[in-house]
Protein backbone atom coordinates (compact mmCIF):
# COMPACT_ATOMS: atom_id res chain seq x y z
CA UNK A 1 0.00 0.00 0.00
CA UNK A 2 1.72 3.19 -1.17
CA UNK A 3 -0.82 5.77 0.27
CA UNK A 4 -0.56 7.72 3.98
CA UNK A 5 -0.32 5.11 6.98
CA UNK A 6 -1.46 6.45 10.24
CA UNK A 7 -0.59 4.61 13.40
CA UNK A 8 -2.26 3.22 15.67
CA UNK A 9 -6.09 3.45 14.31
CA UNK A 10 -7.91 3.86 17.37
CA UNK A 11 -6.25 5.26 20.61
CA UNK A 12 -8.00 5.17 24.09
CA UNK A 13 -6.49 6.49 26.85
CA UNK A 14 -6.85 8.14 30.25
CA UNK A 15 -7.26 12.15 30.84
CA UNK A 16 -3.97 13.34 31.89
CA UNK A 17 -2.27 10.89 29.89
CA UNK A 18 0.31 12.22 27.19
CA UNK A 19 -0.41 10.17 23.78
CA UNK A 20 1.96 10.03 19.83
CA UNK A 21 0.44 9.46 16.82
CA UNK A 22 2.63 8.54 13.72
CA UNK A 23 1.78 9.41 10.30
CA UNK A 24 4.40 7.99 7.34
CA UNK A 25 3.24 10.21 4.13
CA UNK A 26 3.32 8.84 0.15
CA UNK A 27 6.47 8.67 -0.79
CA UNK A 28 8.56 11.10 -1.83
CA UNK A 29 5.89 13.79 -0.91
CA UNK A 30 8.26 16.75 0.66
CA UNK A 31 4.65 18.33 2.30
CA UNK A 32 2.71 16.69 5.23
CA UNK A 33 -0.17 17.99 6.99
CA UNK A 34 -2.02 17.06 10.42
CA UNK A 35 -5.72 17.63 10.73
CA UNK A 36 -8.58 17.09 13.59
CA UNK A 37 -11.94 16.11 12.69
CA UNK A 38 -14.98 15.80 15.03
CA UNK A 39 -17.95 13.88 14.43
CA UNK A 40 -20.27 16.42 11.98
CA UNK A 41 -17.80 18.33 10.92
CA UNK A 42 -15.16 18.97 7.90
CA UNK A 43 -11.36 18.15 8.85
CA UNK A 44 -9.50 21.29 10.69
CA UNK A 45 -6.19 22.24 9.73
CA UNK A 46 -3.53 21.95 13.08
CA UNK A 47 0.11 22.43 11.29
CA UNK A 48 2.32 21.49 8.07
CA UNK A 49 5.70 20.65 7.02
CA UNK A 50 7.42 20.66 4.19
CA UNK A 51 10.46 18.75 4.69
CA UNK A 52 11.67 18.94 8.35
CA UNK A 53 10.34 22.60 8.23
CA UNK A 54 7.37 23.13 9.92
CA UNK A 55 5.88 26.26 8.03
CA UNK A 56 2.93 26.44 9.84
CA UNK A 57 2.07 25.87 13.32
CA UNK A 58 0.01 28.84 14.65
CA UNK A 59 -3.25 26.82 14.02
CA UNK A 60 -2.19 24.33 16.78
CA UNK A 61 -5.27 23.96 19.74
CA UNK A 62 -2.60 24.68 22.12
CA UNK A 63 0.52 24.53 23.49
CA UNK A 64 0.20 21.21 24.71
CA UNK A 65 -0.12 19.46 20.66
CA UNK A 66 2.82 19.59 19.25
CA UNK A 67 4.24 17.72 16.00
CA UNK A 68 7.98 16.67 14.58
CA UNK A 69 9.17 15.44 11.19
CA UNK A 70 12.47 15.45 12.22
CA UNK A 71 14.20 13.89 8.92
CA UNK A 72 11.67 14.78 6.61
CA UNK A 73 9.71 11.49 6.29
CA UNK A 74 7.48 10.77 9.11
CA UNK A 75 5.76 12.53 11.36
CA UNK A 76 4.42 12.29 14.85
CA UNK A 77 1.82 14.47 16.61
CA UNK A 78 1.83 14.47 20.28
CA UNK A 79 -1.11 15.78 22.88
CA UNK A 80 -0.08 16.18 26.44
CA UNK A 81 -2.18 15.78 29.27
CA UNK A 82 -4.82 14.89 27.20
CA UNK A 83 -8.86 16.04 28.04
CA UNK A 84 -11.86 14.81 27.29
CA UNK A 85 -12.15 17.54 24.55
CA UNK A 86 -9.07 16.05 22.80
CA UNK A 87 -11.41 13.11 21.79
CA UNK A 88 -11.53 13.01 17.87
CA UNK A 89 -9.89 11.78 14.61
CA UNK A 90 -6.63 12.96 13.55
CA UNK A 91 -6.00 12.86 9.90
CA UNK A 92 -2.39 13.16 8.12
CA UNK A 93 -2.26 13.84 4.73
CA UNK A 94 0.40 14.36 2.30
CA UNK A 95 1.11 16.32 -1.29
CA UNK A 96 4.25 16.67 -3.51
CA UNK A 97 6.26 19.74 -3.78
CA UNK A 98 3.83 22.64 -6.54
CA UNK A 99 0.97 20.63 -6.27
CA UNK A 100 -2.32 21.36 -4.12
CA UNK A 101 -3.52 18.10 -3.83
CA UNK A 102 -3.70 16.83 -0.01
CA UNK A 103 -3.51 12.95 0.36
CA UNK A 104 -5.38 11.59 3.51
CA UNK A 105 -4.68 8.94 5.80
CA UNK A 106 -7.55 6.69 7.60
CA UNK A 107 -6.84 8.90 10.45
CA UNK A 108 -6.19 8.07 14.45
CA UNK A 109 -9.64 8.11 16.32
CA UNK A 110 -8.42 9.50 20.14
CA UNK A 111 -10.97 8.52 22.60
CA UNK A 112 -10.29 10.39 26.18
CA UNK A 113 -11.92 8.70 29.01
CA UNK B 1 -18.21 1.66 11.24
CA UNK B 2 -18.51 4.96 12.91
CA UNK B 3 -20.22 7.52 11.35
CA UNK B 4 -18.47 10.22 9.80
CA UNK B 5 -21.20 12.71 9.98
CA UNK B 6 -24.22 12.61 12.60
CA UNK B 7 -26.13 15.71 11.50
CA UNK B 8 -25.24 16.65 8.35
CA UNK B 9 -27.69 17.82 5.16
CA UNK B 10 -28.69 14.74 3.66
CA UNK B 11 -29.45 14.28 -0.55
CA UNK B 12 -30.79 10.96 -0.90
CA UNK B 13 -31.35 9.77 -5.06
CA UNK B 14 -32.00 7.02 -6.72
CA UNK B 15 -29.68 4.68 -8.23
CA UNK B 16 -28.89 6.02 -11.34
CA UNK B 17 -30.05 10.03 -11.55
CA UNK B 18 -27.36 12.25 -11.35
CA UNK B 19 -26.87 13.99 -8.18
CA UNK B 20 -25.73 17.77 -7.46
CA UNK B 21 -23.57 18.76 -4.40
CA UNK B 22 -23.48 22.28 -3.62
CA UNK B 23 -21.02 24.43 -1.55
CA UNK B 24 -20.80 27.77 -0.36
CA UNK B 25 -17.80 29.79 0.01
CA UNK B 26 -17.03 32.92 1.85
CA UNK B 27 -13.72 34.37 0.67
CA UNK B 28 -13.27 35.92 -2.06
CA UNK B 29 -9.19 35.28 -1.94
CA UNK B 30 -9.90 31.81 -2.20
CA UNK B 31 -8.11 30.51 -5.24
CA UNK B 32 -8.28 26.70 -5.58
CA UNK B 33 -10.91 23.94 -4.56
CA UNK B 34 -11.00 20.88 -3.98
CA UNK B 35 -14.06 17.94 -3.54
CA UNK B 36 -13.48 15.03 -1.35
CA UNK B 37 -15.15 12.06 -0.58
CA UNK B 38 -15.24 10.21 2.66
CA UNK B 39 -16.79 7.06 4.04
CA UNK B 40 -17.38 5.86 7.22
CA UNK B 41 -14.03 4.68 9.06
CA UNK B 42 -11.78 6.53 6.09
CA UNK B 43 -9.75 9.21 6.08
CA UNK B 44 -11.41 11.86 2.70
CA UNK B 45 -10.22 10.83 -0.98
CA UNK B 46 -9.83 13.56 -3.26
CA UNK B 47 -12.33 13.54 -6.65
CA UNK B 48 -11.84 16.14 -8.22
CA UNK B 49 -10.29 19.87 -8.09
CA UNK B 50 -10.51 23.20 -9.80
CA UNK B 51 -8.85 26.43 -9.49
CA UNK B 52 -10.26 29.82 -9.69
CA UNK B 53 -9.42 30.60 -13.08
CA UNK B 54 -12.05 27.84 -14.36
CA UNK B 55 -15.75 27.57 -14.25
CA UNK B 56 -16.04 24.36 -14.91
CA UNK B 57 -13.81 20.77 -14.79
CA UNK B 58 -14.94 17.03 -15.69
CA UNK B 59 -14.00 14.14 -14.95
CA UNK B 60 -14.77 10.53 -14.48
CA UNK B 61 -18.42 10.94 -13.80
CA UNK B 62 -17.61 14.48 -11.88
CA UNK B 63 -17.78 17.78 -12.86
CA UNK B 64 -17.30 20.82 -10.60
CA UNK B 65 -18.33 23.75 -11.20
CA UNK B 66 -17.53 27.54 -10.13
CA UNK B 67 -19.58 30.33 -9.50
CA UNK B 68 -17.53 33.27 -8.39
CA UNK B 69 -19.48 35.79 -9.14
CA UNK B 70 -21.83 34.54 -6.35
CA UNK B 71 -19.03 32.05 -4.76
CA UNK B 72 -20.58 29.04 -5.45
CA UNK B 73 -19.09 25.19 -5.89
CA UNK B 74 -21.06 22.66 -7.29
CA UNK B 75 -20.22 18.56 -7.57
CA UNK B 76 -22.19 16.54 -10.37
CA UNK B 77 -21.98 13.06 -10.52
CA UNK B 78 -23.62 11.13 -13.35
CA UNK B 79 -25.96 8.10 -12.96
CA UNK B 80 -24.95 7.55 -8.84
CA UNK B 81 -23.90 4.47 -7.66
CA UNK B 82 -24.18 3.04 -4.11
CA UNK B 83 -20.85 3.31 -3.84
CA UNK B 84 -21.24 6.67 -4.17
CA UNK B 85 -23.09 7.04 -0.89
CA UNK B 86 -20.43 9.05 1.51
CA UNK B 87 -19.91 12.23 2.87
CA UNK B 88 -18.84 15.02 0.82
CA UNK B 89 -16.66 18.08 1.73
CA UNK B 90 -15.71 21.00 -0.32
CA UNK B 91 -12.50 22.43 0.80
CA UNK B 92 -10.29 25.50 -0.06
CA UNK B 93 -7.21 27.32 -0.28
CA UNK B 94 -7.06 30.73 0.33
CA UNK B 95 -4.49 32.59 -1.81
CA UNK B 96 -1.29 33.24 0.48
CA UNK B 97 -2.78 31.26 3.44
CA UNK B 98 -0.21 28.32 2.83
CA UNK B 99 -0.96 25.10 2.04
CA UNK B 100 -3.90 25.12 4.96
CA UNK B 101 -7.10 23.47 3.57
CA UNK B 102 -10.24 25.10 5.18
CA UNK B 103 -13.39 22.28 4.91
CA UNK B 104 -16.85 23.09 4.57
CA UNK B 105 -19.77 21.25 6.49
CA UNK B 106 -20.02 18.51 4.24
CA UNK B 107 -23.37 17.06 2.53
CA UNK B 108 -24.04 13.47 3.17
CA UNK B 109 -25.09 11.85 -0.06
CA UNK B 110 -27.24 8.19 0.34
CA UNK B 111 -28.16 6.12 -2.95
CA UNK B 112 -31.32 4.18 -3.48
CA UNK B 113 -30.98 0.85 -4.94
Known amino acids: DTGVSQNPRHKITKRGQNVTFRCDPI?????LYWYRQTLGQGPEFLTY????????KSRLLSDRFSAERPKGSFSTLEIQRTEQGDSAMYLC???????????FGAGTRLSVL | GESVGLHLPTLSVQEGDNSIINCAYS??????FIWYKQESGKGPQFIIDIRSNMDKRQGQRVTVLLNKTVKHLSLQIAATQPGDSAVYFCAEIINNAGNMLTFGGGTRLMVKP
Open chain 1, 49 to 56: FQNEAQLE
Open chain 1, 93 to 103: ASSPQNRNIQY
Open chain 1, 27 to 31: SEHNR
Open chain 2, 27 to 32: NSASDY
